[in-house]
């Protein structure tokens, strides 16, 4: 006969099992979630598994195991306001080219990019000294106004923190025709694996898993607004200005259009106009 205090451990040993069967079904699903964003975050901005895993420890304290096995809904996406302005007129130009442009920039000297968008004016910083070649290849771009009137097709609110522009087809396919180096990427401000708040750096093709995909950047490009832990595989080559990061602020504020953390920006972000300026 099985006794009072045999039967209670026999229900807090099935309890724990339960338990840690749904840690682990959790973590698979976060993994499986993290896998998926992480892999359209190259030029489609990142290739490599975002460490975040929210809610895989919740429920363990609930009071009923049907209302702790129970699926959480999904959160409805975010319907913040556009804090944003109606775009300039104009439309993208259609330009590509068979090669990157030969290095003309002075790397001794100071560049800035300024990004005069629909919801303020981002100025950047740039790294000419650092990312030669990258900003060489803005320099360029920008001067035959290949990023005048596109929209910043991407902003991930979730795990990574990032606003991500420069593709004139607003998919996240888009390019010049060519592709740059990957540069600066012992930088000791990327140190610990994590892009600041304010770095401005390359999107690319790079894939962690299989060590494919270097030397992949062409320009679209993305703005961290909030620390965001991403190994060093993507080119830093700027720093946003005190005033560009408030800009970044309210374009963050107003979420994404999934509601899952990475998707088009609820702000319609768009670079009206965008010069390099050297200094």
Do not use: W
């Not at 209302?67 to 130009?93: T, Y």
């Not at 920039?105 to 919801?119: E, G, N």
Request: proline share 5%.
């Amino acid at each position: 006969m099985v006794t009072q205090e045999q039967r209670r451990r026999q229900l807090a040993r099935e309890k724990f099992l339960r338990q840690q069967q749904r840690r682990t079904s959790a973590r698979r699903k976060a993994h499986a979630r993290n896998a998926v964003i992480a892999s359209v975050l190259g030029v489609v901005v990142v290739g490599s598994v975002v460490s975040y895993a929210t809610g895989v420890f919740k429920s363990d304290d609930n009071k009923s195991d049907a209302a702790a096995e129970a699926s959480p809904s999904p959160s409805a996406p975010s319907k913040a306001p556009d804090p944003c302005e109606k775009a300039a007129a104009g439309k993208v130009k259609s330009l590509s080219y068979k090669k990157e442009p030969a290095v003309t920039i002075d790397k001794s000297a100071d560049y800035t990019m300024k990004l005069q968008t629909t919801c303020g004016t981002i100025d950047i910083d740039m790294l000419a000294s650092k990312a030669p070649r990258t900003v060489n290849s803005f320099n360029f771009l920008v001067g035959k106004g290949y990023l005048d009137h596109t929209k910043c097709h991407r902003l991930t609110t979730n795990g990574i923190f990032v606003l991500q522009c420069g593709d004139p087809q607003g998919t996240g396919m888009g390019g010049p025709g060519y592709t740059i180096p990957d540069e600066n990427l012992k930088d000791k401000r990327l140190k610990g694996d994590t892009y600041p708040a304010g770095t401005v750096a390359m999107a690319n093709q790079y894939n962690a898993q299989t060590k494919e995909g270097r030397n992949s950047g062409g320009s679209q490009f993305f703005l961290v607004y909030q620390d965001s832990p991403l190994p060093a595989n993507y080119t830093p080559f700027g720093t946003i200005s005190e005033s560009g990061m408030k800009v970044m602020e309210k374009i963050a504020k107003a979420g994404e259009s999934t509601g899952q953390g990475d998707g088009a920006p609820n702000a319609t972000v768009v670079i009206d106009k965008a010069t390099v300026t050297k200094s």
